[in-house]
């Protein structure tokens, strides 16, 4: 994908050359005329941004003190770093050191020869894709190590650093959350059966059903063998029964057909309300699993919650 450059010069006519330069080099340009006004092209487009050309003498701000703002904005927002290319009649070295202090990567002169002009644009391209296979490497690696690899939910690990984050957001901001232990009825009958494969296909396709239920802001997680963590947040105490019997309901009223075979099954929801108090998560847990025992305990198939 060709990069989305911003070229930012005082002088109309060196802006106007650069543009066509990359133009005719296949990239699309924004321009700035003064590095307040650079400061604010990046701010609006700075997710579609892929390089900043940037002129070092201009009024109001001038190129290393609009880089500097715009390096602070990206450790500020944890963006990605953006290349920045200082362009300058200056060849003094503390000018070119100024400019990579400033948060440049590289220093050319001006006027710009337009096959050096190319190569540095190729080599950017270069960087900038190797930076977003990187990226997408990284982002691979996290939802490997964040997710269940069977059901494609979050992994008790992952969801339980969620529930961290839920219970704080709870205590800081006094909004209620409700957090459930979802377990299916007599799975071991289910593998014994049908065999392992069904099984899996159980998981897969219950975590499905929840997953398509669930708001936004909620939060489904695999806590381990048939068991799963339902995570529903800014929840009125009123609806929570509601809520998590249409979720009892969504599995046990449409078995799941696996092969040709179809396999019944129900689940019994074990719910505990946190409201802010200072409660450790163990405690909160061990309230949501009390209650997913009565549950199982008093025939199974059924939603236990206890305000």
Known sequence: MPMKVLVVDDTNTDRLLLKLHLSKLGYTTLEASNGQEAID???EHSQDLDLILMDVQMPYINGFDAVRSIRKIQEQQNQEWLPVIFLSAS??????EGAILAGGDDYLMKPISQ?????????????????????DSNLALEHLAST???TDVANRRSFELMLDREMSFTRRYGVPMAFAMFDLDKFKVVNDTYGHDAGDAV???VSKRIKIALRDSDIIGRLGGEEFGIILHNV????????FDRYRSIVADHPVIHEGTVIPITASIGVAIYTGKREEKTALLKRADESLYEAKETGR???VYHP
């Open 91 to 96: 060849a003094e070295d503390d000018d070119i």
């Open 115 to 135: 096959k050096v002009l190319s190569a540095k644009m190729l080599a950017m391209q270069r960087i900038a894709d190797m930076r977003r296979r990187l990226v």
């Open 203 to 205: 998981l897969v396709e």
């Open 236 to 243: 009125k105490e009123e609806d929570v029964f509601k809520v």
């Open 41 to 43: 092209q990046f701010m």
């Open 148 to 150: 269940d690899h069977l």
């Open 301 to 303: 198939n059924k939603v």
